[in-house]
């Protein structure tokens, strides 16, 4: 993959989308701005623009010529953080799904049995004329369902047990 060229030290590796970096020499990269920029490879012109810069975490988003490659740099404590569990964003499972005000269920999108991810939406609710749609932030199966269509809720009450 001759695309660009990432300077790093020994201990580190960078992959493209996944896929070891092999360094090659003679890429020269002009930026335009912080977000902008173009670099000549081997005679060739590559138009660039940074779409997400997580450093932080060694990780960068690159549109090139209208492709976009996921930039990771793994270093020496990369392993060991691996190797620890520490690497794995934390996700809760869920017990149960509570009202957060009162109001009409006008909508549910799941039924007992589906299992649901963090986002997914699982309940509409209508409150104070506006409609909500109460997504999942953690993960499960669904046991019960606790309420029907067009129930009147209060707050706190329970509308769904999860497994």
Do not use: C
């Not at 201990?11 to 020269?28: D, R």
């Not at 509570?98 to 997914?120: K, S, T």
Request: glycine share 8%; no cysteine.
């Amino acid at each position: 993959m001759d695309l660009f060229i990432l300077q790093s030290n020994s201990n580190s590796m960078w992959t493209v989308n996944g896929n070891p970096l092999v360094p090659t020499k003679g890429a020269k990269i002009h930026w335009e701005d912080n977000r902008f920029f173009t670099m000549e490879l081997n005679g060739k012109q590559f138009h660039g623009e940074v779409l997400e810069n997580n450093l932080e975490n060694n990780h960068l988003l690159l549109k090139i010529n209208h492709a976009v490659y996921e930039i990771k740099r793994k270093g020496n404590l990369d392993d060991l953080i691996a190797s620890l569990g520490m690497d794995k964003p934390k996700i809760k499972r869920i017990k149960e799904l509570q009202a957060p005000m009162p109001g009409r269920i006008l909508q549910l999108f799941i039924q007992p049995g589906d299992e649901i991810q963090v986002g997914d939406p699982i309940l509409s609710l209508e409150a104070m004329k506006m409609e909500n749609v109460l997504k999942a932030d953690g993960i499960g199966v669904v046991k019960n369902i606790q309420i029907e269509l067009g129930a009147v809720v209060d707050k706190g009450t329970v509308l769904i047990e999860f497994e």
